[in-house]
Nanobody, 129 residues
Framework: QLQASGGGLVQPGGSLRLSCVAS????????VAWFRQAPGKEREFLAS????????DYAESVKGRFTVSRDNNKYAAYLEMDPLKPEDTAKYYC????????????????????????WGKGTLVTVSS
C-alpha cells in the first residue's frame, strides 16, 4: 500500500514537498512515479525515480521546477515542487512498478499510468492567491 501526503493550499510561487510512504513492502526494487489529475483532465505523468541508480525522469511541464527523490531506507519517496503555479492545482498521486520500463516521459500519459503496479490514494494540491 502506498500513501501520498503533504498537499495543501499554497500561493503562486510557493513550494510544497509531497511524501509517498510504502507499507507492507519496501520500495527497493520499484520505480516510483508521481502523477497528477486535475478535474476533467487525464492523469498526467510528472516524475519518476528508478531503484537501482536513482535515475530520474521528468515531464517537460515540470522539468526544472519539480524534484523527485527517495530516502536511504527505501520506504519513502518525495516530490519537491517549487515554484508552484495555479495550473499545478490537482490531486497528486504516487505509484510504483517493479517492471523495468523505458523512461516514462517518452510514453503517453495513459501508457505511463497503465504501467504502474500500485497506487496511493492521492493528496490535493491547490495553488491560489
Amino acid at each position: 500500500q502506498l500513501q501520498a501526503s503533504g498537499g495543501g493550499l499554497v500561493q503562486p510561487g510557493g513550494s510544497l514537498r509531497l511524501s509517498c510512504v510504502a507499507s507492507g513492502f519496501t520500495l527497493d526494487n520499484y520505480t516510483v512515479a508521481w502523477f497528477r489529475q486535475a478535474p476533467g483532465k487525464e492523469r498526467e505523468f510528472l516524475a519518476s525515480i528508478r531503484p537501482s541508480d536513482g535515475t530520474t525522469d521528468y515531464a517537460e511541464s515540470v522539468k526544472g521546477r519539480f524534484t523527485v527523490s527517495r530516502d536511504n531506507n527505501k520506504y519513502a519517496a518525495y516530490l519537491e515542487m517549487d515554484p508552484l503555479k495555479p495550473e499545478d492545482t490537482a490531486k497528486y498521486y504516487c505509484a510504483c512498478t517493479v517492471t523495468p520500463a523505458p523512461p516514462l516521459s517518452l510514453l503517453t500519459h495513459s501508457q505511463a499510468t497503465a504501467g504502474m503496479d500500485y497506487w496511493g490514494k492521492g493528496t490535493l494540491v491547490t495553488v491560489s492567491s
